[in-house]
């Protein structure tokens, strides 16, 4: 369910708008992935709909390992404390 209403009457910020979160690639759910065709007429029909409706953000797992593990490196100084 989008969340518009929240956004349009319970939000502090009366200018908020909601993002949908869609895996990048089959590879990067194990489902819930969505072609890009099909992804951009779902955005193209939300945004008519709902006012509220800010865009699309596309996340891909396999990005997140990596990301993670260069902070946690450059936090402790190390490349193995805590990783077990």
Do not use: C
């Amino acid at each position: 369910m989008f969340k518009d209403n929240w956004a349009k009457t319970t939000s502090p910020n009366k200018n908020v708008k909601i993002y949908v979160g869609a895996p990048s690639s089959a590879s990067a759910a194990g489902s819930g992935y969505v072609a890009a065709d099909a992804l951009s007429k779902i955005a193209s029909e939300t945004r008519t709909k709902y006012s509220s409706f800010g865009g699309i953000m596309l996340w891909d797992a396999s990005q997140a390992q990596g990301t993670l593990f260069h902070w946690f490196r450059g936090w402790t100084g190390s490349d193995n404390e805590g990783w077990e």
